[in-house]
């Protein structure tokens, strides 16, 4: 029984670049989370989606906009990168939209 | 918004003690939950808690989920060097609100 899959595990970018990450719910779960995880600090907030649409959002830029396919796979998209947008992306899944969520291994983005 | 204070910020302990960790909050979380982190992996779900005042036990590992609803603390007996790694709490307010607050983590290192 395969957990979270995201893809790519590790991305370089350039500012200004966009850039897509992928991620695949444990089998069984029907929501998808994404989460930011600065150096050093707790994973934060950036939305949800739920029947392919996103239901709650976390304090961050309209640069980050996401979408959930009916496989309940989703993506995450970041226009205009920005060196602070270095970090490592979590995605966690669960079943429903309440709490016990299942996190990926995270893709790890540097903007150079 | 809401904020988890967790302390301490890293532990060095040899094989064989006790740990404690908590985390404390000035609004209410209605779940707390406590990963662990590993290098290069996301986190992982070690416990989660429901009621104010419920005690729960995972293997060494056992949590308790604050009278206030405003803290939590985990402990872990018989520290192992595989016990290695970031320990987030994280909390919940629950309400149709999915916005997952995590701690800053504690950093444990276990001497053999």
């Known amino acids: ?112 | 918004g809401q904020q988890l204070n967790q302390s301490p910020q890293s532990m060095f302990i040899q094989e064989g003690e006790d740990v404690s960790m908590n985390c404390t909050s000035s609004s209410i979380f209605n779940t707390w939950l406590w990963y662990k982190q590993d290098p290069g992996e996301g986190p992982v779900l070690l416990i989660a808690l429901y009621k104010a005042g419920e005690l729960t036990s995972n293997g060494r590992l056992t949590a308790q989920f604050g009278i206030t609803r405003k803290d939590s603390f985990l402990n872990i007996s018989a520290s192992i060097p595989s016990d290695v790694g970031i320990y987030f709490c994280a909390g919940l307010t629950g309400r149709g609100n999915n916005d997952m607050r995590f701690g800053a983590g504690t950093r444990l290192t276990v001497k053999p």
Request: proline share 4%; with cysteine; aromatic share 12%.
């Open chain 1, 1 to 112: 029984d395969a957990g979270v899959t995201q893809s790519p595990t590790h991305l370089i970018k350039t500012r200004g670049q966009q850039v897509t990450l992928r991620c695949s719910p444990k089998s069984g779960h029907d929501t998808v989370s994404w989460y930011q995880q600065a150096l050093g600090q707790g994973p934060q907030f950036i939305f949800q989606y739920y029947e392919e649409e996103e239901r709650q959002r976390g304090n961050f830029p309209d640069r980050f906009s996401g979408h959930q396919f009916p496989n309940y796979s989703s993506e995450l998209n970041v226009n205009a990168l920005l060196l602070g947008d270095s970090a490592l992306y979590l995605c966690a899944s669960s079943w429903g939209t309440g709490g016990g969520y299942t996190f990926g291994s995270g893709t790890r983005l540097t903007v150079v």
